[in-house]
């Protein structure tokens, strides 16, 4: 579906008649095509973040997403989509949130939990009710976390969802706040989850072993390299083996703008060829 049919789709989904005993202020969704012009970019989260910020504040968006897979003894696979926060925090962010992937997002309730089929569940969790008490300690205690109110919706069989966190300065959502951001489930967790088909599945189809792609996401982290979406989608193509012509017929783009890209990442990782880049991958900190 292209930009312009979503946006229809949206605009016909706002049409219809508020649920009942609730109304939303339709002026706020002006806003809304930035958020859809944001899909498959990284200015999605961003986007996504100053549009909901309109109907409810917060110190932090997170934008993530559960795949059922059989590559997994869990049986599912949780996935970093992104998260908006203070320029400040943004270091902090990545490691807390590469720690929380790593141990605590198979065994977290919320996110592990499936919501209604066609439906926007929201949950509100506030720290001090954690019972895990690990999870309190690693994650929530370094961010001052208060408590957060997550959004969840099954979409193209993955289960998505939007949290907002507040830290201990801020008060608890109310329900005139949860109510508000229930109703903008409905619309924006199938923008989150066709933002991850155009960005993430594009470096990771959903039906490939994890593995390279999610290796490749830790090594920039860890080493602070920038690359563009088109230099992450070619660099794990090369690690997975495909041709130049492989990954431009993949990428709508032609075989010399791909050899472009890739020369492009490569210059910024260091390395010169597909075996360096293997060996940088694989290689220590």
Not at 37 to 58: H, I, K, M, N, Y
Not at 135 to 157: D, K, N, S, W, Y
Not at 165 to 176: E, I, K, V, W
Not at 197 to 202: E, L, N, T, V
Request: charged letters at 25%.
């Amino acid at each position: 579906m292209d930009r312009s049919h979503l946006l229809f789709a949206i605009m016909i989904h706002l049409a219809q008649p508020p649920k009942q005993g609730f109304a939303i202020d339709p002026i706020a969704f002006q806003a809304l095509a930035p958020v859809v012009e944001g899909v498959g970019t990284p200015r999605f989260v961003t986007a996504l973040s100053q549009f909901v910020r309109r109907f409810a504040d917060f110190d932090s968006l997170h934008v993530l997403r559960l795949i059922p897979t059989d590559c997994t003894p869990r049986g599912h696979r949780a996935e970093w989509i992104g998260s908006h926060v203070a320029n400040t925090e943004q270091a902090q962010q990545r490691d807390i949130m590469r720690l929380y992937l790593r141990r605590f997002a198979g065994r977290d309730p919320v996110m592990t939990r499936v919501p209604p089929p066609d439906a926007v569940e929201v949950i509100q969790r506030s720290a001090d009710n954690t019972t895990d008490h690990e999870l309190r300690e690693a994650i929530f205690e370094p961010r001052q976390f208060r408590e957060e109110c997550v959004l969840l919706r099954t979409v193209f069989g993955a289960h998505y969802s939007i949290s907002l966190s507040r830290s201990r300065r801020m008060p608890s959502f109310s329900l005139n706040e949860m109510a508000r951001v229930r109703l903008l489930g409905d619309v924006l967790l199938p923008l989150a989850a066709l933002h991850a088909r155009q960005s993430i599945d594009a470096v990771q189809p959903c039906d490939h072993p994890a593995g390279a792609p999610d290796l490749l996401a830790i090594r920039l982290d860890e080493f602070g390299v920038m690359l563009s979406e088109r230099e992450r989608a070619v660099c794990s193509a090369v690690v997975r083996g495909d041709t130049y012509a492989a990954i431009g017929h993949a990428m709508g783009i032609t075989k010399s703008t791909a050899e472009t890209y890739v020369k492009r990442a490569f210059v910024k990782l260091g390395v010169s060829s597909r075996r360096d880049l293997l060996a940088w991958l694989h290689g220590p900190v």
